[in-house]
């Protein structure tokens, strides 16, 4: 088991980016709330070491994916109706980046995981694959029709 002290680090190291990803697979926040705690529960009770920093934000990526995947197939979420409408923004994105977000939120979880963790979080689709546990081709092939998807929903140019 974690020190208080590791676990108080990991969640100021690595907690927007666990927060970022819940609210983009959730859409809800008291959902999202209890997968953050979820997952850094789980980090407290992790006994292994990591190999280097990035081992642990790959292993706190992969961990609150699956913890999101099992809120989104519980039999309680599947027969609900969330009260929210739609998920606050916040106040400072444009009308533009808004309209973005609310494309990428509107794609396929297979597609926006790729996008979030490209765009947002800075991987490689070679780190992508690792962390997804995809073959790269599949993350590259991913990140495409997923930039179709938001070329289409946003209106973008054609390509001549």
């Given amino acids: 088991m974690r020190s208080e002290q590791e676990t108080n ?7 927007d ?3 970022r990803l819940c609210m983009l697979h959730l859409k809800h926040e008291a959902d999202a709330q209890d997968v953050f705690q979820t997952v ?10 990591f190999e280097s920093q990035e081992h642990e934000k790959a292993w706190f990526i992969r961990v609150t994916i699956n913890a999101c995947r099992d809120v989104l197939k519980s039999v309680f979420r599947r027969r609900t109706v969330s009260l929210e409408a739609a ?9 533009e980046n808004r309209e973005v977000l609310q494309a990428v939120r509107a794609l396929p979880p297979k597609y926006r995981e790729v ?3 490209h765009y947002y979080e800075g991987y490689t689709a070679p780190e992508i694959a690792g962390i997804l546990r995809k073959n790269v081709n599949t993350v590259y092939t991913n990140l495409t029709r997923a930039r179709e998807q938001l070329k289409t929903m946003l209106g973008g140019e054609e390509d001549g």
Avoid: N, S
Avoid at 9 to 15: L, W
Avoid at 40 to 49: I, N, P, Q, V
Avoid at 87 to 93: K, R
């Fill in 9 to 15: 680090e990991a969640i100021e190291r690595y907690g």
């Fill in 17 to 19: 980016t666990v927060r």
């Fill in 115 to 117: 996008v979030y963790l």
């Fill in 40 to 49: 850094f529960l789980k980090y407290l009770l992790h006994t292994a070491d």
């Fill in 87 to 95: 998920a606050e923004l916040p106040a400072q994105l444009t009308d």
